[in-house]
């Protein structure tokens, strides 16, 4: 068994594509590890996890992305191990309240991640949405909700989906932007995807490729 790597976008792994000398394919096998390149959101982050774990085993699934920051004092380009993850959205409405779907009975709504891989990284959790925030009263429920450091679009789906499956997972994320009002200007996107593969090709090489 190998390790699979999962995230959303090419962009996001433009220099591991580089420094591994890989193909430009949205799914790619090598000896030691594979990549898979899920697409954006929770959806299609499921369905192409459910679609590859059903066909192959691996003894890890490493998912990478950048992501914004609820937490100011975090620098931006920070790479952070994200060890639990909400599924932030998942609920119900009650007039100005929000029902999360472990507050209805319906499941869990909060995954943790699972491996026994030691990882020097800050430790934090983070929130999983269909709709990036850019709106303060948004940004103040989700905080007093749930108290996140990070916020993606595909982390709790992974988490989910190796949940499932019995598979160990971590999810390693760069900061991109703080969660605010959106403007592009504030973002280091650059910034954070450079040091999101720096930190990754360092992981393959002494993690997988031994």
Known sequence: MK???????KAELTYFYQHFNLSGNDFIQSKTFDVLITGVGMVAT??????HLNLSRYNLVLNLGIAGCFDRTIKLGSVLNITE???????AQNGNDFLSIKQLGFGEN???SKSETKIDLPKVKGISVNCVTGNENTIKRLIDSFNPITESM???????AC?????DCLQIRSISNYVEARNKDNWKVGLAIENLNSWAIDFVEKHTMV
């Open 85 to 91: 993850d909400v599924f932030a959205e998942l609920g």
């Open 3 to 9: 390790t699979l790597i999962v995230a959303a976008t």
């Open 163 to 167: 949940d499932k499956e019995k598979i």
């Open 110 to 112: 909060a995954y943790t």
């Open 154 to 160: 595909e982390g709790a789906a992974v988490f989910y």
């Open 46 to 51: 499921a369905y192409a996890l459910g679609k």
